[in-house]
Nanobody, 120 residues
Framework: QVQLVESGGDLVEAGGSLRLSCAASGSILSINNMAWYRQAPGKQRDLVAAVTSAGTTAYQDSLKGRFTISRDNAKNTVYLQMSSLKPEDSAVYYC??????????????WGQGTQVTVSS
């Protein structure tokens, strides 16, 4: 079974920083794109940032300069470094990955989500 497990969500004061992690485990052959999304209460789930297997990154325009996505292919892990956090960054953050299993089956997986709360 292939799964994604996120960690790192927490309560932090405005202006603070957090690093989220998402590790993929199971019978994995390769992982293509990995991404972070977030969803605040009553709002849709939005893309925060994405990274290809080669390391090319893309960001939601409004988050450029404050958030950095990176990945460690050897560990099948993607990270999201968040700085200068604002109350409006509060949301459940979800990891997403395009995984190819050893069976050659391809999955788009979601993690269970990790809560980030930024207090003012």
């Amino acid at each position: 079974q292939v799964q994604l497990v996120e960690s790192g969500g927490d309560l932090v004061e405005a202006g603070g920083s957090l690093r989220l992690s998402c590790a993929a485990s199971g019978s994995i052959l390769s992982i293509n794109n990995m991404a972070w999304y977030r969803q605040a209460p009553g709002k849709q789930r939005d893309l925060v940032a994405a990274v290809t297997s080669a390391g090319t990154t893309a960001y939601q325009d409004s988050l450029k300069g404050r958030f950095t996505i990176s990945r460690d292919n050897a560990k099948n892990t993607v990270y999201l470094q968040m700085s200068s956090l604002k109350p409006e960054d509060s949301a459940v953050y979800y990891c997403n990955a395009d995984v190819v299993a050893t069976t050659r089956a391809r999955f788009t997986l979601w993690g269970q989500g990790t809560q980030v709360t930024v207090s003012s």
